[in-house]
């Protein structure tokens, strides 16, 4: 027999803890809990974030502003990402969103990075004035 051959590995098998059981054990009389409060009583223990009574951070901190769920975030989109689009396509919010351009409950912005090569009919979408003349001089309209 040799020493790596012992299952279990030495030591990985500790027995629990036996407390109470008097004083010469070690965790005898308050069992590890010390004495008196809150926590050395059986039963139910506090809350996560109680604070024996005093206000609680949570509470503590002002609570500053509104956020609507419905607001709509401005998503940059890249003029250059719409020649997946066929020639004469209506671009729309929900049509981009479908191909994975935007997330829904976002409006995009067409910015002018990269080059436009099919003329399209853009609705709903608000774009930058290099991107708005990029998109007219290659034929297409924004309504």
């Known amino acids: 027999m040799r020493l790596e051959e ?3 590995a030495p030591g990985s098998k500790r027995p629990p803890k036996r407390v109470g059981r008097g004083t010469g054990s070690g965790q005898g009389k308050t069992c590890g809990r010390g004495t008196k409060g809150q926590k050395a009583r059986s039963g139910r223990k506090p809350r996560a974030g109680f604070e024996g009574g005093q ?3 949570q509470r503590r901190i002002p609570k500053r502003g509104f956020k609507s769920l419905k607001e709509k975030k401005d998503v940059p989109v890249n003029i250059e ?3 997946r689009f066929e020639e004469g396509t209506e671009i729309t919010p929900e049509l981009l969103h479908r191909s994975g351009l935007i997330k829904r409950n976002e409006s995009p912005k067409l910015l002018s990075k990269g080059e436009i090569k099919v003329s399209l009919v853009i609705k709903g979408c608000r774009a ?3 991107a708005y003349k990029k998109i ?3 034929g297409g ?3």
Request: hydrophobic fraction near 55%; aromatic fraction near 0%; glycine fraction near 0%.
């Open 81 to 83: 990402a719409l020649n």
């Open 136 to 138: 007219v001089a290659k």
């Open 128 to 130: 930058s004035k290099a």
């Open 141 to 143: 309209k924004i309504l």
């Open 55 to 57: 206000m609680p951070l």
């Open 6 to 8: 012992l299952h279990p």
